[in-house]
C-alpha cells in the first residue's frame, strides 16, 4: 500500500513539474496592452462592412482580455484595417429555378496593419486576412449577404486578435519579422 501512495505521489509531483514554467496571463507586455482600433477602409463594394469588422475586432479584443480598448492618443498599438476585395460564387444551384444559385460562398480580404504609437514604426503587417463564410439566399440574395457579414466579420476579427498576441514587440527577443507572414 506504501509502495502506491509512494509512486501515486512521484507521479503527481513528475507532472506538476512539467507544468512549473506556465503562467496564467498574457504574455503581452504591459505596456503595449492599450490599443486603438480606427473604422477600417472600405475598398469593397459592400456598404457598411467597414465599421461592422471594427465592431467585432473590437469586441474580439475585450473578448479575448490582454488588451484594453483606449483612445486613439492613449494608445500603445494602433490596428489599422483595409477591406480591399469581396468576392461572391455561387456553390449550389435550384434546377427547378433556372438554374439560379441558392447558396454562395463569400469571401472578403482584408489587410492590417499593427503600429507602434510610440515611434509610429510597423510592428506587424499582414495582406490577405480572409474572412469566409457561405449563405443560403432564400430568394434574397442581398439580406442573404447581409447577414453573412457578419459571420465574415467575426472570422477576421479572430485572425487580428491572434495576431496582436503574436506581436513581435520590441525587446521581447522575437525581434521585428518573427512572426510568420510579415510582410516588409
Known sequence: MRSML?????L???LLSGCAGYTWGTSVPKEYRKVSVPVFENMTTVSEIG???TQYTLREFQREGSFKIVRPEDAAIEVQGVL????REGVAYDRGQGMRASEYRYVIVADVTFVD???GKVLFERKGIKGETTFLTNDDLLTGQRNASFRI????ARQIVNDALALP???DGKGTGAVEGVQK
Open 6 to 10: 509512494y509512486t501515486g505521489a512521484l
Open 12 to 14: 503527481a509531483v513528475t
Open 51 to 53: 465599421p461592422i469588422v
Open 84 to 87: 480591399r476585395s469581396m468576392h
Open 117 to 119: 504609437k510610440k515611434n
Open 153 to 156: 466579420a467575426d472570422d477576421i
Open 169 to 171: 514587440f520590441p525587446g
